[in-house]
C-alpha cells in the first residue's frame, strides 16, 4: 500500500538547522510530485513548495524562500526538507504530500512536529 | 495570490442536520479541493475536482461550485464528521482556505 513516513520529532535551537524525510513507498517515486506543508499549532495549512520527483528541481512558495530547501535521495525514495536559521516561527508540524492529478493531494505523511525553543 | 475565505468558520450540527461549508475565491478558479483533519491527525483527502468523493468518503458528502464560489455539504450529519474543513486551489500558486471547524451540538 502506498505510504508517506517521514522522521521523527525535533526540537532546536534558534538559529540551528533540521532535516526532516520523507520516505515514499508503494509507488514508483519519480511519477508523482513531493509538496510539503506547514501547520503552525492550532493554525490552518500552509503550502510551502513542492519538488519534481523526477528531475529534482524544487520550487517554493514566496513565504518559504531563502532558509528552506527542498532535496531528494530517489535512489532511497525520499524526500528531504531542510530548514536552516531556524526562529521561533518555523515551530511547527511539517507534512510532505503526494500530488495526483491537477493538484489533489491524495496522500500524506504521518506530520513531523518541530519546535524551535531556547 | 488567490486567497480563500471559508465560512463559517466553526459550526455546530446535530445528528442528521444537512450541513453546508462555503469557499469563496478572490479570482476564479476551475477546481477545487476539500479535506478533512482530525485533531493531532494528517489532512485526510476528501473531495477532487470539485465534486469527486476520495476512496472511502461516505456519500452523504458532496461537493459544488464554480468560478470564485464552492460549497461542501453533509446531507445528514453524524458525530464521526465533527473535524476541520480545508479547501485548496492551484491557479497560479496554491493555496489553501483557513479551515472550517465543524462541531456536534
Known amino acids: 500500500q502506498i505510504q508517506l513516513v517521514q522522521s521523527g520529532p525535533e526540537l532546536k535551537k534558534p538559529g540551528e538547522s533540521v532535516k526532516i524525510s520523507c520516505k515514499a513507498s508503494?509507488?514508483?517515486?519519480?511519477?508523482?510530485?513531493m509538496h510539503w506543508v506547514k501547520q503552525a499549532p492550532g493554525k490552518g495549512l500552509k503550502w510551502m513548495g513542492w519538488?519534481?520527483?523526477?528531475?529534482?528541481?524544487?520550487t517554493y512558495a514566496d513565504d518559504f524562500k531563502g532558509r528552506f530547501v527542498f532535496s531528494l535521495e530517489a535512489s532511497a525514495s525520499t524526500a528531504n526538507l531542510q530548514i536552516s536559521n531556524l526562529k521561533n516561527e518555523d515551530t511547527a508540524t511539517y507534512f510532505c504530500?503526494?500530488?495526483?492529478?491537477?493538484?489533489?493531494?491524495?496522500?500524506w505523511g504521518q506530520g513531523v512536529m518541530v519546535t524551535v525553543s531556547s | 495570490e488567490i486567497v480563500l475565505t471559508q465560512s463559517p468558520t466553526t459550526i455546530a450540527a446535530s445528528p442528521g442536520e444537512k450541513v453546508t461549508i462555503t469557499c469563496r475565491a478572490s479570482?476564479?478558479?476551475?477546481?477545487m479541493y476539500w479535506y478533512q483533519q482530525k485533531p493531532g491527525a494528517s489532512p485526510k483527502p476528501w473531495i477532487y475536482?470539485?465534486?469527486k468523493l476520495a476512496s472511502g468518503v461516505p456519500n452523504r458528502f458532496s461537493g459544488s461550485g464554480s468560478g470564485t464560489s464552492y460549497s461542501l455539504t453533509i446531507n445528514t450529519m453524524e458525530t464521526e464528521d465533527a473535524a476541520t474543513y480545508y479547501c485548496?486551489?492551484?491557479?497560479?500558486?496554491?493555496?489553501f482556505g483557513s479551515g472550517t471547524k465543524l462541531e456536534i451540538k
Open positions: 504530500a503526494r500530488v495526483r492529478g491537477r493538484s489533489f493531494f491524495d496522500y
Open positions: 508503494g509507488y514508483t517515486f519519480t511519477d508523482y510530485a
Open positions: 519538488i519534481n520527483t523526477y528531475t529534482g528541481k524544487p
Open positions: 479570482s476564479s478558479v476551475s477546481y
Open positions: 475536482d470539485t465534486s
Open positions: 485548496q486551489q492551484w491557479s497560479s500558486t496554491l493555496t
